[in-house]
C-alpha cells in the first residue's frame, strides 16, 4: 500500500529534500514546535529570521520546509496506520532519510495516542443485542406511538478479551435512521478501500 493518503508532487519532494538536509536534532526540534504550536501563525518574524540564519536556507526554500514538514504531519494525523507501515512509507515512497522517519513517527504516534487515545486500551464489539419498544402515551399526547429502539453493545477489551462492558443506547426512528445512514457510509469506504487494495 503506497502513499494514498498524502498528494505527492514535486514540491513535495523538493520539501522532503530540504528536510532530509538538515541535522536530525534540528528536524525533531522544528517538527515539535510545528506540532505543538496552537497559534495560526507558525513562527513569529523573528523566529523565523532565526531559523532561516541557522539552517542557512532562503526564504523561499524556509516556508517549503516549513509547509512540507506540516503537511505531512496534518495529512498523516487524518489516517489510521500502523507505526512500522508509516515509517516505512515516509522513506521507501516518499525518500525520506530513515533517522527523520523515525522521529516523525515517535512524535505521530505519541500525538494520535492523545487524541484517539492508546488502540491497546480500546474496546472491541463482542456482540450486539437489540429490542423494539413502543412508547404509546405520555404527558404531551396519550394517542401517539412512538418506537424507541434500544441497541446493546456487549464491548471487551482490546489487549484483554476478559475485561468486558456493556453499553445501552436507546434511538427513536430519526436516530436510528443516521446511525444506519453513517454504517453505509463506513460500509462504503470500507469497500472502496478493499477495491483499490486488489
Known sequence: MSLKWLTVNSRLINGTGLINSMTTIKFKLLLTHIVNTKNEELFTDEELKKLKDSLKLTEDNLQLLIQSIAYIFKQASKVIIKPTVL?????????????????????????????????????????????????TANQICNKQVIPKARVQFKLAKSADSSKKDTVTVEFDE?????????????????????NTGN
Open 87 to 135: 515509517q516505512k512509507q515516509l522513506i521507501e515512497d516518499l525518500g525520506l532519510d530513515a533517522e527523520k522517519a523515525e522521529e516523525f513517527v515517535k512524535l505521530w504516534s505519541s500525538e494520535t495516542k492523545k487524541d484517539v487515545g492508546d488502540f491497546e486500551n480500546s474496546f472491541k464489539l463482542q456482540d450486539v443485542n437489540w429490542e423494539l419498544n413502543l412508547e
Open 174 to 194: 430519526e436516530e436510528l435512521l443516521h446511525l444506519y445512514s453513517t454504517l453505509e457510509t463506513i460500509q462504503i469506504k470500507l469497500d472502496n478501500l478493499h
